[in-house]
Each structure stands twice: as structure tokens, then as C-alpha cells.
């Protein structure tokens, strides 16, 4: 079985090796059968491709220790779900991830288009094929890459999944990121396709338009996913970092936003033609960072997988998209003109310019910030790195100004506004956000922090923006159509699902704004040391730390320690919450109790969630004093582990095995109750963080407007639209 | 039995893959038109907001359907070639 799967990814390069050929030679006689030929080659490489993944996870699913990726990253013991999901928790999982992926939507796209852009997918599809044979050839040439390599030696159990890994968000977050990398390269494809052809009108856009939201609400969903978990499992408390893999999949993302813009504009007006091309070359050549900066280890960070051998051949394909993709801008410049210019300041084309330039700033200070270490390393030769301070300092201004043209934006037409309409559409957002900035002022202490107070003005004018946007739209609607105003909303937003699907977004992005200003800005945090019975001041909080608990899970081999810690405020109990440390053996039956204190250990935060905030806690017991208690235990487990040979185990041995796997079990339950009985301080830290749960909802609501932005409307609402204006156009076309 | 699959369309003359020329050229200028048809919409609801003045309105309205018209004149020319 497991040879089924390495014998298609033999075969995928050969399927897009043919693909690339036959899509160019075809474009080049002119022989559509070649293109059609090359098409179903790449149906074929997403057929392999998809046999290879369901062998690898049936592989996880039997438990099937004979192939190394299953034997490094599972066990017997490991959940179903997360078994499931351990493929792409190493590296040539996850390269098989990124082909499969790339099949699925080439296939996808390839399909859509059987019927259009004759010059044009042909030069796509050699771009999309290309890729592909990167990757499975990477699976195949570079040590440790192949998912189906097979140990000589099948061990008994294997090691098991990272316990950092052993959360729904982080089973759900690296194939969202990648999806997310993945179908960008669709209209990347396409574009590299329009400069070949010089084919520079809107017609690839409009085809690769749905793509292209697609990439940019995976790779939303799988920031929101990382973020999440970052705040929920790691015991620092935030939700954000700065951490180098963490920007690589924001620069993207912000590059992406910029084009999903930007080619609004020439769509309507065919301007911004050398930005939009130069826009996805940069968003694609961000996600294949992305991707490097994961997979090589060249940067220090949490997801660090460690130096690898893909680093190298990554970073050639990097130079190969930006360098090719240079130069045929370059050659196609003159083409790529527009002969139209921005008419007026005060127009939807010039608000999309400015977020251009807003959006592609962001991403050039989070490049810096990110490669500092290199780039410090190269020129002075030592490696220094930039902190979240920086980042801080730099990004804030733009992401303000940002925040205020997502609610600018919606309120201008295309061309121009004229002065009195322009007053009568902002003065009520404008009354609205003076008036909630000024509230906020008085009744918080929002004012000590200038910054994030005018973020929160922004942000409230364009929530009242988007508001009046919608009140607007529904009142249209509703002196066409008549009914209620809330039937009248839907309607709205059915009929016209891109322009309010996106209002949606900007929706869910300034509540985000809001909440991450907040939550950062004003938040309350104490590193506080605790023992049984004391307690500690915490903002308006009384943190009491009451006892301490334990627990042994044997299916999941973890040891937990915890504490019941009790908050009050103003005298009254606020919230009892019970944070803990789980700490995991390794699955080796020899493994010693110190072992469970020197691997990954995982923190259960506690926390309690309401609108105005959360208080989040995170405990790290000092077991500095049962040092000594846990090298003596092991000494004698040492003493009673049989030594056994090379022929195997002796029947006395298998015996004495038994023996000593239930002494090891009664040693740490008798650890566990030592804890509980001889209460240790505990490390607490403590932050108080107004508003977070609103980055989670926000958040959610952005994603929800982009699934509305994406969503085709029904066949026969499309027709009944299209006949609609086709009878009116009919008078014209009559006189025409 | 893929590879039977990925080169079958080698084996069909060339007239019959080149019939499909003319539905990919209707299919682009259908394309062209919804997309026409959904900026008059947008053009149309920005009026009925108050955010373009009847003057502005009146100016894209009529490009746009000038633009349609002449998406609309080619599809009828590509279809007829297309039933011809």
C-alpha cells in the first residue's frame, strides 16, 4: 500500500514535466490538442498526487511505523483526529501538502477555463505545471523530504506528535496557510500568462479574481488560527509576536489585500495595470517566502522545524519568480500603460492607490524587521534582531491611517464625488466618531495613550461609515422593492455580494483594529510568585492562589500540574480559574521520570472571557526542590530496568519489564500526590486584556464577508440580472 | 490508463479541437459583458445614494453602455459566425 503512494509520487513529475511541454509547445504551433493534452496531464498529476496523500494518512491511521514520517510524528497513543493531522507537522508531509494542493486548484482553474483565454492558459498552465514539478521533485531529491521513506529498523511505537501540536487550531492552521500560499499562484500564473501574451486587459483578472479572495480568506483564517492558539496555548499571553514565521504569513496576506484592490480599479477603469501585475508577483513571491522561512530554519522562531535541506532549492525558485517576473514587466511596460489618469483625490481609485501604498509600507517594514537579522549578519557580521517594540513603533501610524480608509473608501464612488455629496456622506460617521472619541476619552483612561485613541476615532468613523453605507443600501432597496428593512438588507447584500461582502470585511477589520489597539495598548500584566493561601493585586483584580491540583492522563502520557487560583473584584468572586502545565513523557518504555520535565511542556491557560475583556492566567510550578526527589526515583528505576540483549527479551525479563513499568507508573503518581501534599510556589503571570475576544469576532466577521464577496450568485438570479439590462441596452443597441 | 487518458487528445483531428475556438471567444465576451452589466448596477446604486451627481452619473452610465453596446454587437457577430 505504502508503495502505492511512493510509486504516484515517482510519477507526478513526469505528468508535470509533460504538462510544461506539451502547454508550450501547443501555444507555440498553435495545436490545441497539445493544450487539452497538457490539461488532462495536470488532472492526472492532481489524481496521483491525491492517492499519495490517502496512502500517507491511512499510513498514520494503522499506525504504520515502517514509514519514518509516521513513526516521527505519531504513536499508537495519538488521537484519531490528530493522527489525521500529523502529516503536515514535518517537512515532506507538508511539501506534499503544498503539490496537492496546487494540483487541486490548477485542476480547478484549468477546468474553469477549458472554454476561455485560448493564448493565454496555455503559458499558465507551464507556470502552475512548473511549480508542481518543483515540489515533487523537491519530495524526491532532498534528504529527509520524502514522505515515504521507510526505516530499515520498524520500531514498536513511535514518537509521537508534538504536544505544542495537540490543539484543534494548530490541526486547522498549517493547511489553511498553505491553501492559503498555494492559490495565489493561480493568479500569478495567470498574470506571468497575460505579460507573454500581451493579453493586459482585465479578462485574467476577472477569471482569477475568485481565486485570489480564496487565497487571501485561507490565509486569513490560518493567521486568525495561529494567533489564537498563540494566546490560548503558549504562556506569554499574546496573541502576536512579531515572530519571523508569523510575519511571512502577514505580508502576504497585506500584499494580497493590496491587490484584491487594486484590480478593482482596472477592472473599471483599466488603470494600475503595471501595479496589479507587480502586486501579485510580490503576493506570490511573499507566500513562497513563507514557505522558506518555515521549512529552512534560517531564522530563529517558534515554528522553528530546524535547518533543512529544502532552504537552499527554495530560495532558487524565489530568484527564479522575481527575476523572470522582473524582466517580462520590464519588457511590457509600454503595454501596460494606461492612457487614463485619476480624474480626482476625492474617488474610489485614488482611496485604492493610497491603500496601496499604505498596504505594500506595511509589508516592506515587516520585511525589514523580519530579515534585520540577516541583513545586520551580512553587514557587520553579527546577528542582531529587532523586537516588538520596533515593530510596534513603525507599524502602528500606518495601520491607523489604514483603519480610516477602510471607512473612507466604501463612501466614494469611481471618478469622482463631488464637494457638496462628499459633506452629506461623511458628516454622520464624522458626528458619530466624534462622538464615541470623546466618550471613550472621558469615561476610560484612553487618553494616556494618543496613539490608540486615534486608532479607536478611525475605526468608529469607519464602523459609522460602513453603517450608513448599509442604511443607505437598504433604503434603496427598499423604495424599489418595498418590504421590511431587514428583508430589504438581505436583498442588498444577495444582489450585490462583492461590493458588500467586502463592506462586511471592513467591518470585521475595524472591530479588529479596535480590539488589537486595546487589548495591547491598555492592557494589565503582573509576573507574580505565589504559594498556597497568597495573593496578589492584579489591575481592579485580587488573584488568591488556593491549592494546588494534579492529574495523569497514561493514553496521552502527560503528567499535568495545576492551581485553583480565585479572582475577585470589588470583594466579589469574578472568576475561579485552574491553569496548569502539562509536561510529556517520551513513549520509550525506559523513559525516566526526569524526562517529563525536559521535553515540550504545554500550558492550560486559565481565563475568563466576557465582551469588555478577558483575565488570563498561565502557571509554571518551581520544581526546583524535587530535583533531588526525582534523580533519587530514577536511580532505582535505573537499578530495576532489565538489560536486554541482543536476542531479545528472556521470559524473567519480560516479567521484570512488567515489573518495572508499574513501578514507573506508581513513581509518578506518587510525584503527582507529592505535589498536592507538599504545595510548591507557582510562577502566575497574570494580564488583564480589554476587548481581545473582539479580535476573534472581528476576525470571524471579516472572513464571513469574504465568503460572501466569493459566492457566486444563483444561475438564475444572474440571468434574470443579465436580461434585465439586456432589454435596456436593447433600446440603445436599437438606435445604435 | 492515465496516460491513455492525457494523450487521447492527440489522436483527434485537429478540426475537432478547433471547433471549440469560437466558444471560447463568445464565452470572454460573455465574460465582459456580466461584468458590464454589474459596473452599470454599482454606477446605477452610487446615484441612487447621492455619492454621483445626476451629471457624473449621466457621463459613466453612458460609457458603460457605449462599452456594453459594443460587447454586446461583437457577441451577436461571434454567434452567428459560430451558427454559420
Given at each position: 500500500?505504502?508503495?502505492l503512494?511512493?510509486?504516484?509520487l515517482?510519477?507526478?513529475?513526469?505528468?508535470c514535466?509533460?504538462?510544461?511541454?506539451a502547454?508550450?509547445?501547443?501555444?507555440?504551433?498553435?495545436?490545441?490538442?497539445?493544450?487539452?493534452?497538457?490539461?488532462?496531464?495536470?488532472?492526472?498529476?492532481?489524481?496521483l498526487?491525491?492517492?499519495?496523500?490517502?496512502?500517507?494518512?491511512a499510513?498514520?491511521?494503522r499506525?504504520?511505523?515502517?514509514v519514518?514520517l509516521?513513526?516521527?510524528?505519531?504513536?499508537?497513543?495519538?488521537?484519531l483526529?490528530y493522527?489525521?493531522?500529523?502529516?503536515w507537522?514535518?517537512?515532506?508531509?507538508?511539501?506534499?501538502?503544498?503539490?496537492?494542493?496546487?494540483?487541486?486548484?490548477?485542476?480547478?482553474?484549468?477546468?474553469?477555463?477549458?472554454?476561455?483565454?485560448?493564448?493565454?492558459?496555455p503559458?499558465?498552465?507551464?507556470v502552475?505545471?512548473?511549480?508542481?514539478?518543483?515540489?515533487?521533485?523537491?519530495?524526491?531529491?532532498?534528504?529527509?523530504?520524502?514522505p515515504f521513506?521507510?526505516?530499515?529498523?520498524?520500531?514498536?511505537?513511535?514518537?509521537?506528535?508534538?504536544?505544542l501540536?495537540?490543539?484543534?487550531?494548530?490541526?486547522?492552521?498549517p493547511?489553511?496557510?498553505?491553501?492559503?500560499?498555494?492559490?495565489?499562484?493561480?493568479?500569478?500564473?495567470?498574470?506571468?500568462?497575460?505579460?507573454i501574451t500581451r493579453?493586459?486587459d482585465s479578462?485574467?483578472?476577472?477569471t482569477?479574481?475568485?481565486?485570489?479572495?480564496?487565497?487571501?480568506?485561507?490565509?486569513?483564517?490560518g493567521?486568525l488560527?495561529g494567533?489564537?492558539?498563540?494566546?490560548?496555548e503558549?504562556?506569554?499571553?499574546?496573541?502576536?509576536?512579531?515572530?519571523?514565521v508569523?510575519?511571512?504569513s502577514?505580508?502576504?496576506?497585506?500584499?494580497?489585500?493590496?491587490?484584491?484592490?487594486?484590480?478593482?480599479?482596472?477592472?473599471?477603469?483599466g488603470?494600475?495595470r503595471?501595479?496589479?501585475?507587480?502586486?501579485?508577483?510580490?503576493t506570490?513571491?511573499?507566500?513562497?517566502?513563507?514557505t522558506?522561512?518555515?521549512?529552512?530554519?534560517?531564522?530563529?522562531?517558534?515554528?522553528?522545524?530546524?535547518?533543512?535541506?529544502v532552504?537552499?532549492?527554495?530560495?532558487?525558485?524565489?530568484?527564479?519568480?522575481v527575476?523572470?517576473?522582473?524582466?517580462?514587466?520590464?519588457?511590457?511596460v509600454?503595454?501596460?500603460?494606461?492612457?487614463?489618469?485619476?480624474?480626482?483625490?476625492?474617488?474610489?481609485e485614488?482611496?485604492f492607490?493610497?491603500?496601496?501604498?499604505?498596504?505594500?509600507?506595511?509589508?516592506?517594514?515587516?520585511?525589514?524587521?523580519?530579515?534585520f537579522?540577516l541583513?545586520?549578519?551580512a553587514?557587520?557580521?553579527?546577528?542582531?534582531?529587532?523586537?516588538?517594540?520596533?515593530?510596534?513603533?513603525?507599524?502602528?501610524?500606518?495601520?491607523?491611517?489604514?483603519?480610516?480608509?477602510?471607512?473612507i473608501?466604501p463612501?466614494?464612488?469611481?471618478?469622482?464625488?463631488?464637494?457638496?455629496?462628499?459633506w452629506?456622506l461623511v458628516?454622520?460617521?464624522?458626528?458619530?466618531?466624534?462622538?464615541a472619541?470623546?466618550?471613550v476619552?472621558?469615561?476610560?483612561d484612553?487618553v494616556?495613550?494618543?496613539?490608540?485613541?486615534?486608532?479607536?476615532?478611525?475605526?468608529?468613523?469607519?464602523?459609522?461609515?460602513?453603517a450608513?453605507e448599509?442604511?443607505r443600501?437598504?433604503?434603496?432597496?427598499?423604495?424599489l422593492?418595498?418590504?421590511?428593512?431587514?428583508?430589504a438588507?438581505?436583498?442588498l447584500?444577495?444582489r450585490?455580494r462583492?461590493?458588500?461582502g467586502?463592506?462586511?470585511?471592513?467591518?470585521?477589520?475595524?472591530?479588529?483594529?479596535?480590539?488589537?489597539?486595546?487589548?495591547s495598548?491598555?492592557?494589565?500584566?503582573?509576573?507574580l510568585?505565589?504559594?498556597?493561601?497568597?495573593?496578589?493585586?492584579?489591575?481592579?483584580?485580587?488573584?488568591?492562589?488556593?491549592?494546588?491540583?494534579?492529574?495523569i492522563?497514561?493514553?496521552?502520557?502527560?503528567?499535568?500540574?495545576?492551581?485553583?487560583?480565585?479572582?475577585?473584584?470589588?470583594?466579589k468572586?469574578?472568576?475561579?480559574?485552574?491553569?496548569?502545565?502539562?509536561?510529556?513523557?517520551?513513549?520509550?518504555?525506559?523513559?525516566?521520570?526526569?524526562?517529563?520535565?525536559?521535553?515540550?511542556?504545554t500550558?492550560?491557560?486559565?481565563?475568563?472571557?466576557?465582551?469588555?475583556g478577558?483575565?488570563w492566567?498561565?502557571?509554571?510550578?518551581?520544581?526546583?526542590?524535587?530535583?533531588?526527589?526525582?534523580?533519587?526515583v530514577d536511580?532505582?528505576?535505573?537499578?530495576a530496568l532489565p538489560?536486554?540483549g541482543p536476542?531479545?527479551?528472556?521470559?524473567?525479563q519480560?516479567?521484570?519489564?512488567?515489573?518495572y513499568?508499574a513501578?514507573?507508573?506508581?513513581?509518578?503518581?506518587?510525584?503527582?500526590a507529592?505535589?498536592?501534599?507538599n504545595?510548591?510556589p507557582?510562577?502566575?503571570?497574570?494580564n488583564?486584556?480589554?476587548?481581545?475576544?473582539?479580535?476573534w469576532?472581528?476576525?470571524?466577521?471579516?472572513?464571513?464577508?469574504?465568503?460572501?464577496?466569493?459566492w457566486?450568485?444563483?444561475e438564475?438570479?444572474?440571468?434574470?440580472?443579465?436580461?434585465?439590462?439586456?432589454a435596456?441596452?436593447?433600446?440603445?443597441?436599437?438606435?445604435a | 490508463?492515465?496516460a491513455?487518458f492525457?494523450i487521447?487528445?492527440?489522436?483527434?483531428p485537429?478540426?475537432?479541437?478547433a471547433?471549440?475556438?469560437?466558444?471560447?471567444?463568445i464565452?470572454?465576451?460573455e465574460?465582459?459583458?456580466e461584468?458590464?452589466?454589474r459596473q452599470?448596477?454599482?454606477?446605477?446604486?452610487?446615484?441612487?445614494?447621492?455619492?454621483?451627481?445626476?451629471?457624473d452619473?449621466?457621463?459613466?452610465d453612458?460609457?458603460?453602455r457605449?462599452?456594453?453596446?459594443?460587447?454586446?454587437?461583437?457577441l451577436?457577430?461571434?454567434?452567428?459566425?459560430?451558427?454559420a
Open positions: 500500500m505504502v508503495e503512494g511512493a510509486a504516484c515517482i510519477a507526478a513529475p513526469f505528468a514535466l509533460y504538462a510544461v511541454g502547454a508550450l509547445v501547443g501555444a507555440r504551433r498553435g495545436d490545441r490538442r497539445l493544450v487539452v493534452s497538457s490539461r488532462r496531464a495536470v488532472y492526472a498529476l492532481c489524481a498526487l491525491t492517492v499519495a496523500v490517502v496512502v500517507l494518512e499510513a498514520f491511521v499506525s504504520d511505523f515502517s519514518a509516521v513513526a516521527d510524528h505519531s504513536s499508537t497513543t495519538t488521537p483526529g493522527r489525521l493531522t500529523a502529516m507537522s514535518s517537512q515532506g508531509g507538508s511539501l506534499l501538502l503544498w503539490a496537492w494542493v496546487l494540483s487541486l486548484a490548477t485542476s480547478a482553474v484549468l477546468y474553469l477555463t477549458r472554454n476561455r483565454h485560448r493564448e493565454l492558459v503559458y499558465a498552465t507551464a502552475l505545471a512548473g511549480l508542481g514539478l518543483f515540489f515533487t521533485v523537491l519530495m524526491l531529491t532532498a534528504g529527509g523530504a520524502n521513506a521507510r526505516l530499515d529498523a520498524v520500531p514498536a511505537e513511535g514518537v509521537g506528535l508534538n504536544p501540536l495537540r490543539h484543534p487550531a494548530m490541526a486547522i492552521h493547511p489553511m496557510l498553505y491553501s492559503g500560499y498555494v492559490f495565489w499562484s493561480i493568479p500569478f500564473a495567470f498574470a506571468v500568462g497575460a505579460l493579453r493586459l479578462s485574467w483578472i476577472r482569477t479574481r475568485r481565486f485570489a479572495l480564496i487565497a487571501w480568506i485561507l490565509l486569513g483564517i493567521i488560527l494567533s489564537r492558539w498563540s494566546y490560548s503558549l504562556g506569554w499571553g499574546g496573541y502576536w509576536g512579531w515572530d519571523p508569523e510575519n511571512a502577514l505580508m502576504p496576506w497585506l500584499v494580497g489585500t493590496a491587490f484584491l484592490h487594486s484590480i478593482m480599479v482596472q477592472e473599471r477603469r488603470m494600475l503595471v501595479w496589479n501585475v507587480s502586486l501579485i508577483v510580490a506570490f513571491t511573499l507566500a513562497l517566502l513563507g522558506f522561512l518555515v521549512r529552512s530554519g534560517i531564522l530563529e522562531s517558534i515554528h522553528a522545524f530546524g535547518a533543512s535541506t532552504g537552499t532549492p527554495l530560495l532558487g525558485l524565489i530568484a527564479v519568480v527575476i523572470g517576473s522582473a524582466a517580462l514587466i520590464v519588457s511590457r509600454d503595454a501596460l500603460r494606461s492612457e487614463r489618469r485619476i480624474e480626482s483625490l476625492v474617488s474610489r485614488s482611496v492607490l493610497i491603500n496601496n501604498l499604505l498596504l505594500v509600507g506595511l509589508a516592506a517594514v515587516i520585511f525589514w524587521g523580519t530579515f537579522p541583513i545586520s549578519e553587514l557587520t557580521g553579527e546577528k542582531s534582531s529587532l523586537g516588538s517594540p520596533w515593530f510596534d513603533r513603525y507599524i502602528a501610524p500606518l495601520a491607523i491611517v489604514l483603519v480610516l480608509f477602510t471607512g473608501g463612501l466614494l464612488a469611481w471618478r469622482r464625488v463631488s464637494a457638496g455629496a462628499l452629506r458628516r454622520w460617521p464624522l458626528v458619530a466618531a466624534v462622538a472619541t470623546a466618550a476619552a472621558m469615561l476610560t484612553a494616556d495613550e494618543p496613539l490608540a485613541l486615534c486608532l479607536f476615532a478611525f475605526a468608529f468613523f469607519a464602523l459609522a461609515a460602513l450608513a448599509f442604511w443600501g437598504a433604503s434603496a432597496q427598499r423604495a422593492t418595498g418590504g421590511g428593512p431587514f428583508g438588507l438581505g436583498r447584500v444577495g450585490n462583492r461590493r458588500y467586502g463592506y462586511i470585511v471592513h467591518t470585521g477589520l475595524a472591530l479588529l483594529f479596535i480590539a488589537v489597539a486595546a487589548s495598548s491598555f492592557q494589565t500584566s503582573r509576573d510568585r505565589l504559594r498556597p493561601g497568597q495573593s496578589a493585586e492584579v489591575g481592579d483584580y485580587t488573584v488568591k492562589y488556593l491549592e494546588p491540583t494534579q492529574s492522563d497514561p493514553k496521552e502520557q502527560r503528567l499535568s500540574f495545576g492551581a485553583v487560583v480565585d479572582v475577585t473584584r470589588d470583594g468572586r469574578y472568576a475561579l480559574l485552574h491553569p496548569s502545565r502539562n509536561y510529556y513523557s517520551t513513549s520509550s518504555s525506559d523513559a525516566t521520570i526526569a524526562g517529563f520535565f525536559e521535553g515540550e511542556a500550558s492550560e491557560v486559565g481565563r475568563k472571557t466576557e465582551a469588555s478577558d483575565v492566567m498561565a502557571m509554571r510550578p518551581d520544581l526546583t526542590s524535587l530535583d533531588g526527589v526525582i534523580a533519587a536511580r532505582r528505576l535505573e537499578r538489560r536486554v536476542q531479545g527479551p528472556t521470559p524473567e519480560v516479567d521484570a519489564m512488567r515489573d513499568t513501578q514507573q507508573g506508581q513513581a509518578i503518581r506518587n510525584l503527582a507529592l505535589y498536592v501534599t504545595p510548591l507557582i510562577d502566575l503571570r497574570v488583564v486584556n480589554p476587548l481581545v475576544i473582539w479580535i469576532i472581528g476576525g470571524a466577521i471579516a472572513v464571513a464577508g469574504g465568503l460572501i464577496a466569493v457566486p450568485a444563483p438564475a438570479r444572474r440571468r434574470r440580472v443579465s436580461d434585465v439590462y439586456a435596456r441596452l436593447a433600446r440603445d443597441l436599437g438606435r | 490508463m492515465l491513455a492525457v487521447a487528445p492527440l489522436r483527434r485537429p478540426r475537432e479541437v471547433e471549440g475556438e469560437e466558444d471560447a471567444a464565452a470572454d465576451l465574460a465582459r459583458k461584468a458590464l452589466y452599470i448596477r454599482d454606477a446605477e446604486l452610487d446615484h441612487q445614494q447621492g455619492k454621483l451627481s445626476d451629471a452619473w449621466q457621463s459613466v453612458g460609457d458603460l457605449r462599452q456594453a453596446i459594443e460587447v454586446l454587437k461583437r451577436d457577430a461571434a454567434r452567428r459566425a459560430h451558427q
